[in-house]
């Protein structure tokens, strides 16, 4: 069974740093490439950044340059540094991966900015 569960939102001014962590459980999700994705109400959910098994990571031109992937292979955990946020990166963040042609989501950490 594929659990993942997000962690690290809160409320941070423009400006400022984050943290968010997706930890996998379940031996399937090992090594599989990690996506994050947001969603703000009324919206579609939007693809954030992607980090694969081998640590090489891509990137929504969004965010590029402000947001960073790495991952912790050793405790299944991925992480996303969120750098500069700015008010319109306030959403529901949450990390996908896919196995077997199916996909898993966690439950989302709310990361809100305030200007």
């Known amino acids: 069974q594929v659990q993942l569960v997000e962690s690290g939102g809160g409320l941070v001014q423009a400006g400022g740093s984050l943290r968010l962590s997706c930890a996998a459980s379940?031996?399937?999700?090992?090594?599989?490439?990690v996506n994050w994705f947001r969603q703000t109400p009324g919206k579609q959910r939007e693809w954030v950044a992607k980090?694969?098994?081998?640590?090489?990571?891509d990137y929504a031109d969004s965010v590029k340059g402000r947001f960073t992937m790495s991952r912790d292979n050793a405790k299944n955990t991925v992480y996303l540094y969120i750098n500069s946020l700015k008010p319109e990166d306030t959403a529901v963040y949450y990390c996908?991966?896919?196995?077997?042609?199916?996909?898993?989501w966690g439950q989302g950490t709310q990361v809100t900015v305030s200007s």
């Open positions: 996908n991966i896919n196995v077997f042609l199916k996909d898993y």
């Open positions: 379940g031996s399937a999700s090992r090594l599989k490439p």
């Open positions: 980090i694969n098994s081998g640590g090489s990571t």
